[in-house]
C-alpha cells in the first residue's frame, strides 16, 4: 500500500520551504552587510512626531533614562484595521542593525516582550519603577515591537483574520 501526499499540502510545503529560503537568504545578505548603507541615518526634522513618546512623562522611569527616543502609535493597514508598534532607537543611534520582535501564537502581544523580555527597560516592581534593561536588544540595534495579527494587544481589527498566509501578507 503506499502512502500518498494530497496536492495541496505539498503545495503549502513548497511555499513554506520556499518562503523559508527567502527569509533566511535575506538574513543572511543583511548580517553581511549586502543590503544595508553603512552610513548612518540622518533626519533634518523628527521623523514621524505624531509617534513620538515623551518619555519624560512615563510613570516610574527615573529621568536619567529619558533620552531613548522612543515612537509607538496604531499604523493604519488597509480596511479599518491597525498594527500597534513601539519603536526604541539603538543605544548607539548609529547602528545599522533593524530588528523586528513579534511575540509568538500568533495572538500574543510583542508588548510582553518589550517589557518583560528584551525591552530597553525593565520593572521589578510591578510597573511602579523602571530601570535600564543591561541585556535590551536595543544594544545590538534599533527594535519594533509589533503586536499582531491585528486584534491582538492594541492592534485594531475590522475584518478577520482567515489564516497565516494573511497575517504575513499584512506584514509585508
Not at 494530497?6 to 529560503?21: D, Y
Not at 488597509?78 to 511575540?103: K, M
Not at 525591552?119 to 527594535?143: A, E
Amino acid at each position: 500500500r503506499s502512502i500518498t501526499t494530497p496536492p495541496h499540502t505539498l503545495k503549502l510545503s513548497v511555499m513554506l520551504v520556499l518562503r523559508s529560503a527567502v527569509t533566511i537568504v535575506a538574513v543572511a545578505l543583511l548580517s553581511f552587510g549586502a543590503i544595508v548603507d553603512a552610513r548612518p541615518v540622518e533626519y533634518a526634522t523628527d521623523p514621524a512626531p505624531q509617534y513620538r513618546i515623551d518619555t519624560t512623562k512615563l510613570p516610574g522611569l527615573d529621568s536619567g533614562l529619558t533620552a531613548l527616543p522612543q515612537w509607538s502609535g496604531n499604523m493604519p493597514v488597509g480596511s479599518g484595521n491597525t498594527l500597534f508598534f513601539w519603536y526604541a532607537q539603538a543605544a548607539n543611534p548609529t547602528s545599522n542593525n533593524l530588528i523586528f520582535w513579534h511575540n509568538g501564537g500568533p495572538g500574543c502581544s510583542s508588548m510582553e516582550g518589550l517589557f518583560d523580555e528584551n525591552g530597553p527597560y525593565h520593572s521589578t516592581d510591578g510597573g511602579k519603577t523602571w530601570t535600564l534593561n543591561p541585556h535590551s536588544w536595543h544594544n545590538n540595534g534599533h527594535i519594533v515591537y509589533i503586536d499582531q495579527p491585528f486584534g491582538t494587544g492594541f492592534s485594531t481589527d475590522k475584518t478577520s483574520v482567515p489564516n497565516e498566509d494573511f497575517i504575513g501578507d499584512t506584514m509585508v
